[in-house]
């Protein structure tokens, strides 16, 4: 005769080996489930007994299906970003060339798109540093150079003249 503590923590039996065999063919004990033989000292795993050893099956594990293409990104290693390498290219070239214009501006929006994408998916994209640094490389040239432009304005004022038209 045995005794079982079942899933729901409540000690079944006495019961006999036959009724025991049934229960785990229908699921309702299993290898791991603690049982306390008459005459024996302590509760053991159902699997552990040589006389329900052949009976108690692993699980089945459940079917998995395979995935249809581009459905997950699991397992692919992240890449870095095109558009965060693009508009730090395009940063450095802004202060490598004498004005700037238009990498500064290109620069911003390729890393501004870059980080956009990279804080949208980060299990898929990396390369966060790349387009931060693209951005303060862009947007300082940018500054400095509408700076510039109004600088220049200032000591060099344009010569407009306004010839007024009386009638």
């Not at 303060?136 to 007024?164: D, E, K, Q, R, Y």
């Amino acid at each position: 005769m045995y005794r079982i503590i079942g899933a729901d923590g409540k000690i079944y039996g006495p019961v006999a080996a036959d009724q025991l065999r049934r229960w785990l063919a229908e699921g309702r004990a299993n290898a791991q489930t603690q049982t306390f033989a008459e005459g024996a000292p302590e509760w053991k795993p159902l699997g552990a007994l040589p006389e329900f050893a052949g009976h108690c099956t692993p699980p089945i594990p459940p079917m998995i299906r395979p995935l249809l293409p581009g459905t997950s990104t699991a397992g692919q290693l992240p890449r870095t970003n095109s558009y965060a390498t693009a508009g730090l290219i395009f940063g450095i070239l802004s202060w490598a060339c004498c004005c700037g214009f238009p990498f500064n501006i290109l620069g911003l929006v390729f890393s501004l798109v870059g980080l956009s994408q990279i804080n949208r998916r980060p299990e898929l994209y990396e390369g966060r540093g790349l387009a931060i640094g693209g951005v303060i490389l862009s947007a300082a040239s940018l500054v400095l150079t509408f700076g510039m432009m109004l600088l220049n304005l200032a000591f060099n004022p344009p010569n407009i003249v306004w010839h007024f038209r009386r009638f």
